[in-house]
Structures are given as structure tokens and as C-alpha cells.
């Protein structure tokens, strides 16, 4: 009878159900309910593809409650590194009625919740899970859920760069529970030691994280001994193994290494792909490159490109990057290093758009924490203020080399739009051979005399052909093509007096069939049509007279109004005038020397 307490006890410790769920059930019922509980939970860390199906199956027929199902869903989907959809799921078992009389689910959710919007990088919704959570653990009294809450605080301030403020979280948590002596709380112990053995890994505080590995190996070995058969001690193990392995082969303790290695291997998450990834490290570290690329394959091809957007993607694509190094295919490595670097940028923006600062908690707490250190910090916080300047003196002095180098680019830019602008204008040129250059004398436009009045001629009616007797031939393409070439010789776009239906008349149609011809022929209207020719003469007048004025050139060319000559100008050649004459006197200075040097 003991040991079935203790099975129970044990049981509800791993998937924070309490009793209270079952009280209409018989005691064999209620055992072999809590049995498929169980079996539920193991299988939706270890086969979540599968379980999810399952799940939906069993809310169909109302197995198990609501609040259960969405747990086990976010279990699934948090193994399958889907966080947004794990917090989803978890986040609505939080705000399940029957959950709030749940105390142990409601702590597993919190932790669920934290973990999941920490690892999918919504620090907002992070800061205020972790709150809710450390308030909730104060008000039930539970070491291990305040404890996973400053974890993942600490995981917080690392993701904005306060590490030894992380530090300090991690090692509160440790403190908290150091005097544990129950299954659930060494459990969470040796956890939270694994997270601080993962900074000092990052941090290259190799040494130290050894310490702690050693550390976390009792804690471990305390464990096995109070619960054995407890789920997760194996993930437990895999990931310390793994870890203690790569130490041991950077510290030079090869012997060590090979030991932990195969301790690792005789976890069952060894066969699994996570499993393959944990050991990617230490292959790494040993040389092995073509085995860290086989297992990173066959998680590339389970993963989601959806949920690409978290850790264990970005430290997937380093280990592929290193992989591809030491194998000697560093094209494949730097394609690598600029996916991790698109997904690193990514991730910045989401965080910065957070506004993670804004929240009113923790900004509280940060400036509470402030004022009391500053007394003692003035002068760490002077000589951080004149880093500061000089990174600041090193960022104008970068952001003025770069917009030099930005001047030079926009400035040979320029120089090239020029010339391909003077080849078009001569391109033209010899396509319409009609239209000659510029002549030193260009009549300056007069003004538009008054309109004469005209006596009204009575309208003749059309004509209409004879029955029998066909439409004259009507051919667009030959209209437009002689109207074009006569515009252009004779240079009607610099008169001023010529109005649309003289155009019309001159190409000898209405008003409307001259609209749509030309629309056809130039895709836009007079306006348009007459303007680029304007402009295109307006470069032969800057080759022929450099020493004009930008306003005599746009006079000249029938464009009297400067702001309208400049706006059109850039439109049609991407430059100013002004740009463009400097630009072409260089070239033109550049052809005379290579003429004379030939």
C-alpha cells in the first residue's frame, strides 16, 4: 500500500495533476486513469507527431478534460520546438476556470508558458508570464515553480545583454533550492544547472561550467536514488553527458570525453534528432564533420520552415556552418553564416518591436534596483559614460566613412548615368538622323502673342463614301512615324504657339484618334510626348553649351519654369542638371586627354 502512495506521489509530481481531478472515480479507475495520463505524458515528449492526433481524438470523445488535452498539446508542441503554438495552448489553460482550482497545472502551464515565449524570443510576453508566475508561486507557496521563473528571467536578461545580471538569477535559483530533498525540486535543481553550465559554455567559462557539471552529476545521481523510474532524469542525463563530453575534450581530457560519450549513448534520447543535435558539440570539438552534418539533414528535414524562427534553428545553422569549415566547403559555410545572419536580424527587429521597456513591472523593478546601486556605482557608471563617448566618437567617425563611401558610390553613379545618357542621345540620333545637333544659336521662345480671332466658317459635313466604295487605307504606326520626324526636324516642341489641335492637325486626325494614337505609340499623353523630347534636346544643348546656365538651358528647351525643368530632368535620368553637367564636363575633359594622349 506504501508503494502504491508512492507511485501516486511521484506520478503527480511529473504532470502536476492533483487528486482532486478524480474524485468521482473509483480507486482502480482513478489508477488506471492517472496510468493513461501518464503514458500520455511520456509520449508527447518523446512521439508529439503522434500524439497530437491522438489528442484530438480523445477531445472528441470527452476522455479527458479540456484543460488536460490543451496541456498535453502544448507539451507536443513545445517538443516539436513550435512555440507560438505551445504558448497558445498553454496560455489557454491558464484561462480555463477549472484550471485556476488546479494549483499543480496551473504552475506547469506558467512554466510552459515562460519557457516557450522565452525560446520563440517574445520577451514581452515573457516579462509578463514570468511575473505572473512568481506571483502565483508566492501566493502557493512553491520553491520550484519561483525557482523556473527566475530561470527563465535570467534567460531574459540575457537576451538583452545584462549576462552577469543572468548569472545572478541562475544562481538565486540554485541557492532556493539547495536544501531540496524531494524528487520534483533536485529534479528542477539539476535543470536549472544545466542552463548554467550552457552560459559559461557561451560565455568560454569552461572551467567553470565543468565545476558545475560535476555538481549537477550528484545532483542527478541524488535523484536516481529517490525516484528512479521519474520521466525526464534521461534527458537530464543526455544533456549533461553531452555537455561534460565537450568539456572534457576542450579541457584536453580526452579519456574523460570518450566516457561521457558513452554514457550519452546509452540514453534513449541518444536515437532521437534532438538527441543527434545535443552531441553535434562535441563531434564538433573532435573533427567529426561529416556525422554533425548527417544529423543536422535529418532535422532540417523534420523541422517546420514556420517555427524556423527560434534557438535551436540559429545554433543548428552554426553547427552546419563549422561542419561545412572543417570539411574544407566554405562556400556551403558562408551560405550558412548568412542564413544564421537573415534570421539573427529577424529576430533583433521582433525584439526591439516588443517594447519590452514599456512594461510597467519591470521597468519598476529595474529602476528600484538602480537607485539602490547608485551610491556605489558612480564611478563605474563615469567610466562607462566615456566608453561611451568614445564608442559614440568611433560610430560618427564610421558613419562619416560611410557616407563618404556612399558620396564616391553615388558620385560614380552619376558619372556612368551620364555617359549612358550622352550614348542614348547620340543612339537617337542616329536612329532619327533627321534630328541634328544643336546649333551654337538657339532662338530664345517668345512669348505667346494674344489669341487672333478667326471669322467662323460654317462646318462642312463629313463626307461619307459612296455604297460599294471602301475606307481609305489607315495605317497608325506610318501616321505617328511621319508625324514624329517632322516634330522632331523641324523642332515644333520648342514653339510654344503650336496648341493640341494643331498637333491633331498636323498629323491629319481628330482630336480623340490623335489622343489614342499617341498614347499608343509613347504610353502617355502630349504633355509627356513633347517634354521628353524637350528634355532629350536639352542634353544636346549641355554638350553644346557647357558654359550656359541650368534656367537658360531649360529656357531654350521650352521649359521656362526652373522647378519643372529640374523635377522632369531627374524623373527621366535619375540626376539633377546640375549633377549631370558636372558629370559630363569630367567625361568630356576625360575623352579630350585620351584623344590627345593617342
Given at each position: 500500500m506504501n508503494s502504491l502512495i508512492v507511485k501516486h506521489i511521484l506520478f503527480l509530481i511529473l504532470i502536476r495533476i492533483p487528486l482532486s481531478v478524480f474524485p468521482a472515480l473509483p480507486a482502480k479507475d482513478a489508477e488506471s486513469h492517472k496510468t493513461a495520463l501518464m503514458s500520455l505524458y511520456i509520449q508527447a515528449k518523446q512521439n508529439p507527431k503522434v500524439t497530437l492526433p491522438r489528442l484530438d481524438s480523445l477531445e472528441k470523445t470527452k476522455t479527458y478534460s479540456k484543460e488536460?488535452?490543451?496541456?498535453?498539446?502544448?507539451?507536443?508542441?513545445?517538443?516539436?520546438s513550435k512555440y507560438y503554438m505551445a504558448m497558445y495552448y498553454a496560455q489557454r489553460v491558464v484561462q480555463y476556470q477549472d484550471s485556476r482550482r488546479d494549483t499543480l497545472l496551473m504552475k506547469s502551464a506558467y512554466t510552459l508558458l515562460a519557457e516557450s515565449s522565452v525560446d520563440a524570443y517574445h520577451l514581452e510576453d515573457a516579462v509578463r508570464y514570468i511575473d505572473e508566475g512568481k506571483q502565483y508561486a508566492g501566493l502557493v507557496g512553491d520553491p520550484v515553480l519561483e525557482a523556473n521563473m527566475m530561470l527563465m528571467e535570467g534567460e531574459v536578461y540575457r537576451r538583452l545583454g545584462m549576462i552577469e545580471k543572468g548569472y545572478q538569477s541562475l544562481r538565486r535559483a540554485i541557492s532556493l533550492l539547495s536544501s531540496s530533498v524531494n524528487g520534483d525540486e533536485l529534479y528542477c535543481r539539476s535543470?536549472?544547472?544545466?542552463?548554467?553550465?550552457?552560459?559559461?559554455?557561451?560565455?568560454?567559462?569552461?572551467k567553470e561550467a565543468w565545476r558545475v557539471g560535476l555538481k549537477r552529476e550528484e545532483v542527478i545521481g541524488k535523484l536516481q536514488q529517490i525516484a528512479s523510474q521519474l520521466s525526464g532524469i534521461g534527458e537530464q542525463q543526455a544533456y549533461l553527458y553531452s555537455k561534460m563530453a565537450f568539456l572534457a575534450q576542450r579541457l584536453g581530457k580526452q579519456d574523460r570525453a570518450a566516457d561521457y560519450l558513452e554514457k550519452f549513448k546509452q540514453t534513449p534520447m541518444a536515437s532521437t534528432v534532438q538527441g543527434r543535435l545535443e552531441i553535434n558539440d562535441y563531434l564538433l570539438e573532435r573533427g567529426d564533420y561529416q556525422l554533425v552534418l548527417r544529423h543536422v539533414d535529418e532535422?532540417?528535414?523534420?523541422?517546420?520552415?514556420?517555427?524556423?524562427?527560434?534557438?535551436?534553428?540559429?545554433?543548428?545553422?552554426?553547427?552546419?556552418?563549422?561542419?561545412?569549415?572543417?570539411?574544407?566547403?566554405?562556400?556551403?559555410?558562408?551560405?550558412?553564416?548568412?542564413?544564421?545572419?537573415?534570421?539573427?536580424?529577424?529576430?533583433?527587429?521582433?525584439?526591439?518591436?516588443?517594447?519590452?521597456?514599456?512594461?510597467?513591472?519591470?521597468t519598476r523593478v529595474?529602476?528600484?534596483?538602480?537607485?539602490?546601486?547608485?551610491?556605489?556605482?558612480?564611478?563605474?557608471?563615469?567610466?562607462?559614460?566615456?566608453?561611451?563617448?568614445?564608442?559614440?566618437?568611433?560610430?560618427?567617425?564610421?558613419?562619416?566613412?560611410?557616407?563618404?563611401s556612399y558620396w564616391k558610390v553615388i558620385r560614380e553613379k552619376n558619372r556612368k548615368m551620364a555617359s549612358l545618357i550622352v550614348e542614348l542621345n547620340d543612339k537617337n540620333k542616329e536612329v532619327l538622323p533627321c534630328v541634328t545637333e544643336p546649333v551654337a544659336e538657339?532662338?530664345?521662345?517668345?512669348?505667346v502673342p494674344a489669341p487672333v480671332l478667326v471669322e467662323e466658317q460654317p462646318e462642312v459635313p463629313e463626307e461619307t463614301p459612296v455604297a460599294g466604295e471602301a475606307f481609305p487605307s489607315f495605317n497608325p504606326h506610318e501616321i505617328f512615324r511621319n508625324f514624329d520626324a517632322q516634330v522632331r526636324e523641324e523642332r515644333m516642341y520648342l514653339n510654344y504657339q503650336f496648341s493640341r489641335d494643331d498637333y491633331a492637325a498636323l498629323m491629319g486626325v481628330d482630336r480623340n484618334r490623335f489622343a489614342a494614337i499617341l498614347k499608343e505609340y509613347t504610353h502617355g499623353n502630349l504633355s509627356a510626348y513633347l517634354n521628353n523630347l524637350r528634355l532629350d534636346y536639352s542634353v544636346?544643348?549641355?554638350?553644346?553649351?557647357?558654359?550656359?546656365?541650368?534656367?537658360?538651358?531649360?529656357?531654350?528647351?521650352?521649359?521656362?519654369?526652373?522647378?519643372?525643368?529640374?523635377?522632369?530632368f531627374k524623373e527621366k535620368y535619375g540626376m539633377s542638371?546640375?549633377?549631370?553637367?558636372?558629370?559630363?564636363?569630367?567625361?568630356?575633359?576625360?575623352?579630350?586627354?585620351?584623344e590627345e594622349q593617342t
Open positions: 488536460h488535452i490543451d496541456f498535453f498539446r502544448s507539451c507536443s508542441y513545445h517538443a516539436l535543470r536549472i544547472m544545466g542552463y548554467f553550465m550552457m552560459y559559461c559554455i557561451e560565455d568560454r567559462r569552461m532535422y532540417m528535414n523534420s523541422v517546420d520552415e514556420k517555427d524556423s524562427l527560434n534557438i535551436i534553428y540559429i545554433r543548428t545553422l552554426y553547427q552546419t556552418s563549422k561542419a561545412y569549415q572543417g570539411v574544407g566547403n566554405y562556400k556551403s559555410a558562408y551560405e550558412e553564416l548568412l542564413k544564421l545572419r537573415q534570421l539573427m536580424e529577424v529576430m533583433r527587429i521582433s525584439s526591439e518591436r516588443s517594447n519590452l521597456f514599456n512594461l510597467t513591472d519591470f529595474m529602476r528600484q534596483e538602480y537607485e539602490l546601486r547608485q551610491a556605489e556605482n558612480k564611478l563605474h557608471v563615469r567610466n562607462w559614460v566615456i566608453v561611451g563617448l568614445v564608442v559614440v566618437a568611433l560610430a560618427l567617425i564610421a558613419l562619416l566613412v560611410r557616407i563618404y538657339v532662338p530664345v521662345p517668345v512669348e544636346g544643348l549641355f554638350r553644346a553649351h557647357p558654359e550656359w546656365s541650368v534656367s537658360e538651358i531649360a529656357s531654350h528647351c521650352a521649359l521656362p519654369s526652373l522647378s519643372t525643368f529640374y523635377r522632369l542638371p546640375n549633377a549631370f553637367r558636372s558629370n559630363l564636363a569630367v567625361k568630356e575633359s576625360a575623352s579630350l586627354s585620351s
